[in-house]
């Protein structure tokens, strides 16, 4: 996590509690176990911040499941048997606990939702997750073994997902493929980059479904399924997700999220050898301002 300061005269580790979910506590044990660097140096929790002060928190701890709270948040589900579920997430709910917010998340309500086995437990395995903005669909293992065989499709690229983003900007071609590899951004640790540097290869489909005057509506194929791979690839051909807080053009032209749908999922069942095809209709506050385009619909 980076903060940039912009006001002064606080304690450091008061700044951190106050400009981030992490409680001041949990901060105070960060800066003595050398975690926090303010302009790459270490400073003690008493360091008064200086306007643009740059600093960085390391966040590598793992969530145990054991301690996380059942949370009874309604959930969208779209197909379930005894191995695995069919999520229609909503957009603003976060997939999975993080330190720093470790409650209101899906996996809370999946754990709330299931006890499916033998000691009473469910742990529920992300297959992929969705950003807290994305809505749609989504697969959620219920055992150890269904995780690694669906986590060995996504791999192989077995499991197809669509998606619908509306776009900034008119995009002239049809269609087109975005083959670039993503990594950290060495800059914003926070985001993603198409950079060559410990990066994974990365290849997004798209076609363009209909062009508005200052807008494109796309269906987006992922053949890969890096972090934020739709958003960054869009953003690296200068097109970026509309409403996209971190990759957009930060002119929120809405309150709901960025405008990005998963839109549907087909894949053979790993265990009963089915085959399974979903698709969903995006939420309404999707659908409104795709309407609210149309007066500007053109045809080229």
């Given at each position: 996590?980076?903060?940039?300061?912009?006001?002064?005269?606080?304690?450091?580790?008061?700044?951190?509690?106050?400009?981030?979910?992490?409680?001041?506590?949990?901060?105070?044990?960060?800066?003595?176990?050398?975690?926090?660097?303010?302009?790459?140096?270490?400073?003690?929790?008493?360091?008064?911040?200086?306007?643009?002060?740059?600093?960085?928190?390391?966040?590598?701890?793992?969530?145990?499941?054991?301690?996380?709270?059942?949370?009874?948040?309604?959930?969208?589900?779209?197909?379930?048997?005894?191995?695995?579920?069919?999520?229609?997430?909503?957009?603003?709910?976060?997939?999975?606990?993080?330190?720093?917010?470790?409650?209101?998340?899906?996996?809370?309500?999946?754990?709330?939702?299931?006890?499916?086995?033998?000691?009473?437990?469910?742990?529920?395995?992300?297959?992929?997750?969705?950003?807290?903005?994305?809505?749609?669909?989504?697969?959620?293992?219920?055992?150890?073994?269904?995780?690694?065989?669906?986590?060995?499709?996504?791999?192989?690229?077995?499991?197809?997902?669509?998606?619908?983003?509306?776009?900034?900007?008119?995009?002239?071609?049809?269609?087109?493929?975005?083959?670039?590899?993503?990594?950290?951004?060495?800059?914003?640790?926070?985001?993603?980059?198409?950079?060559?540097?410990?990066?994974?290869?990365?290849?997004?489909?798209?076609?363009?479904?209909?062009?508005?005057?200052?807008?494109?509506?796309?269906?987006?194929?992922?053949?890969?399924?890096?972090?934020?791979?739709?958003?960054?690839?869009?953003?690296?051909?200068?097109?970026?997700?509309?409403?996209?807080?971190?990759?957009?053009?930060?002119?929120?032209?809405?309150?709901?999220?960025?405008?990005?749908?998963?839109?549907?999922?087909?894949?053979?069942?790993?265990?009963?050898g089915k085959e399974l095809y979903f698709e969903q209709t995006p939420p309404c506050e999707f659908l409104d301002y795709l309407k609210s385009l149309e007066s500007d619909d053109?045809?080229?």
């Open positions: 996590m980076k903060l940039e300061v912009n006001s002064e005269g606080n304690r450091l580790d008061s700044y951190i509690a106050n400009n981030s979910d992490l409680s001041r506590s949990r901060v105070s044990k960060l800066i003595s176990e050398s975690k926090v660097l303010v302009n790459k140096e270490i400073k003690n929790a008493s360091y008064k911040v200086k306007l643009g002060d740059v600093i960085e928190v390391s966040i590598d701890e793992k969530i145990d499941l054991d301690d996380l709270v059942p949370t009874n948040i309604p959930l969208d589900i779209i197909y379930e048997d005894e191995y695995l579920m069919i999520i229609n997430k909503e957009s603003g709910l976060v997939v999975h606990p993080a330190p720093g917010h470790v409650t209101d998340t899906l996996v809370n309500a999946l754990i709330y939702h299931s006890k499916v086995n033998n000691d009473g437990t469910f742990r529920p395995g992300i297959v992929h997750r969705l950003d807290k903005d994305t809505s749609g669909l989504m697969v959620v293992a219920k055992d150890i073994k269904t995780m690694e065989l669906l986590s060995d499709m996504i791999k192989n690229k077995k499991i197809e997902r669509h998606y619908l983003a509306i776009v900034d900007g008119v995009i002239m071609h049809e269609t087109g493929t975005i083959d670039a590899p993503i990594g950290r951004d060495e800059a914003n640790r926070q985001k993603m980059a198409v950079t060559s540097h410990n990066s994974k290869e990365a290849i997004t489909d798209f076609k363009v479904l209909k062009r508005f005057k200052n807008n494109t509506l796309i269906e987006c194929i992922l053949k890969t399924g890096r972090t934020h791979q739709i958003r960054v690839h869009l953003n690296y051909i200068k097109h970026p997700v509309t409403n996209d807080p971190l990759y957009g053009n930060h002119k929120k032209t809405t309150e709901f999220g960025q405008m990005l749908h998963s839109k549907s999922i087909r894949f053979t069942h790993p265990i009963t053109i045809n080229i």
